[in-house]
T-cell receptor, first 113, second 114 residues
């Protein structure tokens, strides 16, 4: 089972920041938080990942709380093309095998004009 | 790079027929993953390979499913015999390594079993 909890759906106005929350209260110390998104009819697309510190790239920012039990993905200026299902994933680490991605149900983000 | 390539993009078949899905990973990637996505179960990992060797097939639903990776640039997922409940979108993904490297997904194959 997925180790994360996300709201089922969210709306955001075009041009505004989209803040997508994720709870992962049982995360272990060596597990990373990953975010992927899936635009309708396409394969999932990597957005960003982090362990403890906040991270930023050209797509988004990831804010992880100090206790690491929750995180927020921020799309600073949402566009209509950001409408997608966003998955928050805790990367399960398996000794000598790296980590598998376990996808939950995700948050369906609708960006509206 | 062309990204992960999957074929066919769409497949319609009748129950009982054999179905073969194909995947070409990104060149240089040594991990390959097969996923299945349905409305009911979401996105599930079926099996993954490292350097052409199957590492974990615990997600394969039953013996009707089999996957092979004969070389670093090609993998197949076969269903024999197919059943209507196998209807889903099947994704292939690849990654350079399995630590914290990201997985790159293909466009998927939409399978409909009648």
């Amino acid at each position: 089972d997925a180790k994360t909890t996300q709201p089922t759906s969210m709306d955001c106005a075009e041009g505004r920041a989209a803040n997508l929350p994720c709870n992962h209260s049982t995360i272990s110390g060596n597990e990373y938080v990953y975010w992927y998104r899936q635009i309708h009819s396409q394969g999932p697309q990597y957005i960003i990942h982090g362990l403890k510190n906040n991270e930023t790239n050209e797509m988004a920012s990831l804010i992880i709380t100090e206790d690491r039990k929750s995180s927020t993905l921020i799309l600073p200026h949402a566009t209509l093309r950001d409408t997608a299902v966003y998955y928050c994933i805790v990367r399960v680490q398996i000794y000598n095998q790296g980590g598998k991605l376990i996808f939950g149900q995700g948050t369906e983000l609708s960006v509206k004009p | 790079d062309a990204g992960v390539i999957q074929s066919p993009r769409h497949e319609v078949t009748e129950m009982g027929q054999e179905v073969t899905l194909r995947c070409k990973p990104i060149s240089g990637h040594d991990y390959l993953f097969w996923y299945r996505q349905t409305m009911m179960r979401g996105l599930e990992l079926l099996i993954y390979f490292n350097n052409n060797v199957p590492i974990d097939d615990s997600g394969m639903p039953e013996d009707r499913f089999s996957a092979k990776m004969p070389n670093a640039s090609f993998s197949t997922l076969k269903i024999q015999p197919s059943e209507p409940r196998d209807s889903a979108v099947y994704f292939c993904a690849s990654s350079f390594s399995f630590g914290t490297e990201t997985q790159y997904f293909g466009p998927g194959t939409r399978l409909l079993v009648l």
